[in-house]
């Protein structure tokens, strides 16, 4: 589980870089920004969904007090 949580978040790194790259190349011209930035939302809540499912069933362990 660790491994897809550093993937996932590597991905949104990505994203946003690119994003980022293509806000300052294009020049607000094209709609690629728009595209990376909405890939990040996407991957942030699919994260989200995985780490919820991952404590659901016990695959990431609850706080022990």
Request: charged share 10%; hydrophobic share 60%; aromatic share 10%.
């Amino acid at each position: 589980m660790k491994i897809v949580v550093i993937i996932f978040v590597i991905l949104i790194l990505a994203s946003l870089g690119s994003a980022l790259f293509f806000l300052i190349t294009d020049r607000g011209q094209s709609k690629r920004t728009v595209k990376a930035l909405a890939l990040r939302v996407g991957l942030s809540v699919t994260l989200f969904l995985l780490l919820m499912a991952g404590y659901y069933f016990g695959l990431i362990p609850g706080r022990l007090t």
